[in-house]
């Protein structure tokens, strides 16, 4: 069956037609500036070189309508009919309390999405526009909501709980919800086929740096603790967000720096992080890793500070779970750069973690980077957001 795969952000669309019996890509690629001048779709199929249209899309709609017409384009779609989309499987990014997992969607979904937008102010009712133009343009193909929430809310209560004055939870839903879950679910599973190890009888922390960066405690299967809570803000030092800090921080930089709440909260999420810490050079960890090899005292500082923050979660995990069998490597910088993971595990040697410095080189690929007699098995595991939702999407509507 094709499922087509969407994630739907306020201004972009990626997307991805997946053959869920192959589990093979046949097409993907993104929508740009949706409603902003310049906008562009640009579409990969598979074994070909990208097609780059530009062309306007004043909403998401229009963008679904055009990612439909590349795929059954005559010279280079990749499906003669839209009936041979079998299923539709989007990202939703908040749950809430109301989805520990997947769902087919229906009218009662979309209500209990909607309740979740305070929320996620910014990508929740973008998740919502996506399904309402799938709705419209493929009428009766069943769709499927797979929330970025959802495996974490096997976290147990003094996992999720901040010290705050408990009616902030009952009456305002404040909480640690968890963000990057699919990858979290993924990688963990991944991780226990290939240790041969049962995953319900496995101690599992995910790394999954990339832009965003979120670590997780994943015992016997299920989540029992991440780094990032009511929003992506929190937790590790990212490429533009900040993580922990003191929350007084933003009273004083307001006060100080003359900006007003809503300034200061831009400064956490776009300012700061490895962007922030290196003076502004850059968030990409390409740069950072050149400049750190250069000896540029900006990668220097932003490495060292990057890589505690990892380690210091790590340990963390190891004493909520009392011990750990695995750490796993995921997402952009943690399936690239060799450089963040043995610095990372440098801090480990208490654990027993002994790494491989050759495998440790790789990039971009499956690999165990632990020598044999490590005490603590040490893999990289790239993610597969899209496979995942796929796969959840078949699971859901049956496959045929
Ligand atoms: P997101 O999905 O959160 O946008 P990704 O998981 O795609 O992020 O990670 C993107 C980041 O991965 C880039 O900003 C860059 O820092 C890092 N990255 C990508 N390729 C490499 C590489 N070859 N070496 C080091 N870092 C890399």
Redesign the pocket.
């Known amino acids: 069956m094709n499922i087509l795969v969407i994630n739907c952000g306020s201004s972009s669309l990626k997307f991805q037609l997946i053959d869920s019996d192959s589990e093979q890509v046949k097409a993907k690629g993104l929508c740009e500036r949706i409603g902003i001048d310049g906008s562009r779709l640009v579409y990969t199929p598979a074994g070909k070189d990208k097609i780059v249209n530009e062309t306007p899309m004043p909403d998401h709609s229009k963008a679904v309508s055009l990612v439909l017409e590349a795929l059954t384009d005559p010279e280079n779609g990749v499906i003669s009919d839209l009936s041979e989309i079998g299923a539709i499987g989007h990202r939703v990014v908040h749950g809430g309390e109301k989805f520990s997992t997947s769902v087919v969607i229906d009218d009662a979904v979309l209500e209990a999405v909607k309740e979740c937008n305070d929320l996620a102010p910014l990508h929740n009712p973008a998740n919502l526009i996506g399904i309402a133009a799938c709705t419209k343009l493929m009428p009766g193909v069943p769709q499927v909501a797979v929330f970025d929430t959802a495996f974490h809310q096997t976290m147990p209560e003094k996992a999720y709980l901040y010290g705050l004055p408990y009616r902030y939870y009952t009456e305002h839903k404040v909480r640690r919800y968890g963000f990057h879950g699919t990858s979290h679910s993924y990688v963990s599973g991944r991780t226990a086929e290939i240790l041969g190890v049962p995953a319900d009888k496995l101690k599992v922390i995910v790394c999954h740096l ?3 960066a979120s670590v997780s405690a994943v015992m016997n299967g299920k989540c029992v603790d991440t780094s990032m809570g009511l929003t992506p803000l929190e937790g590790m030092i990212m ?1 533009t967000r900040s993580g922990d800090m003191d929350p007084a921080i933003i009273e004083y930089i307001a006060n100080t720096e003359k900006l007003s709440l809503s300034e200061v909260m831009k400064v956490l999420n776009k300012e700061s992080g490895v962007f922030g810490l290196s003076g502004g050079l850059s ?4 740069d950072l ?1 050149k400049a750190y090899n250069e000896g540029k005292v900006e990668g220097k500082r932003a490495f060292e500070a990057y890589s505690y923050r990892v380690a210091k979660y790590i340990g963390a995990y190891t004493a909520a779970m009392n011990g750990t069998d695995a750490i796993v490597f995921t ?3 943690g399936e ?2 060799p450089l963040i993971r043995s610095m990372i595990c440098d801090y480990l040697g208490y654990l027993g973690v002994s790494i491989d410095e050759e495998a440790n080189k790789k ?1 971009g690929e499956e690999v165990v980077i632990s020598t044999k007699d490590s005490k603590v098995s040490v893999l990289v595991v790239p993610t597969n957001e899209e496979l995942a939702i796929a796969r959840e999407t078949v699971r859901l509507v049956g496959g045929a």
Do not use: I, P, W
């Open positions: 990339g832009n965003g490429g968030s990409d960890f390409r890793e997402a952009g910088v690239n750069d990039r």
